[in-house]
């Protein structure tokens, strides 16, 4: 039930191309969904975030789409650049005792090819 | 600006010592955390401290220990105990559930090699 589940752990991408990445949860009390995008070398930076209480959010050529029935949540990257290459994180926090508590996704390795 | 600063950016320990990494905040945020990434892995929460003077294990908190005198700062001591701990550290940090912005910001990270 604490698990969130990304996937796939490496994609391939032509410039100009769709990257999307899935995430799934299990665990209905989570109520905030970020992403975050890591360079090398680097820790990993706040990309883009959602709430349950709506199905769609856009920022620039990042789109987050949250299906809550299907516990499901997807990272869009629309014309996709070699400088999108990363790695990408999606997580999931609900409120914990004193705070909140994340739970990370294992990471997709995006690579776009010029 | 305001943000995480780790360091060092690289530290090289040896074999029975104990090292600290350092990680300090100036963006007034009561939650800070420290994990642990492994080439190609994701994030493991070692410990994670909501407020001063406080701190909770995370999933692998074994061969490690921290403190949080001051609200800016949340040290991590890399013991002899911690068999494996070549690994990159991220220090993180929240506004913690204050108007539920659960969002992180990450400081640079410290890559540590046993040598």
């Known amino acids: 039930q604490q698990q969130v589940k990304q996937s796939p752990q490496s994609l391939i991408v032509q410039k100009g191309g769709i990257s999307i990445i899935n995430c799934a949860y299990e665990n209905t009390a989570f109520d905030y969904f970020p992403w975050y995008q890591q360079f090398p070398g680097k820790g990993p930076a706040l990309l883009i975030a959602i709430r349950p209480d709506v199905s769609e959010k856009k920022e620039g050529r990042f789109t987050i789409s949250f299906n809550k029935s299907a516990k499901q949540f997807s990272l869009h990257i629309m014309d996709s650049q070699p400088g999108d290459s990363a790695t990408y994180f999606c997580a999931a926090s609900r409120r914990d005792t004193g705070g909140f508590k994340t739970i990370f996704g294992a990471g997709t390795r995006l690579f776009v090819k010029a | 600006d305001g943000g995480i600063t780790q360091s060092p950016k690289y530290l090289f320990r040896k074999e029975g010592q104990n090292v600290t990494l350092s990680c300090e905040q100036n963006l007034n945020h009561d939650a800070m955390y420290w994990y642990r990434q492994d080439p190609g892995q994701g994030l493991r929460l070692i410990y994670y401290?909501?407020?001063?003077?406080?701190?909770q294990k995370g999933d692998i908190a074994e061969g490690y220990s921290v403190s949080r005198e001051k609200k800016e700062s949340f040290p991590l001591t890399v013991t002899s105990a911690q068999k494996n701990p070549t690994a990159f550290y991220l220090c993180a940090s929240s506004m913690g559930g204050v108007r539920r912005n659960y969002g992180y910001t990450f400081g640079s990270g410290t890559r540590l090699t046993v040598v």
């Open positions: 401290s909501q407020i001063v003077n406080d701190f």
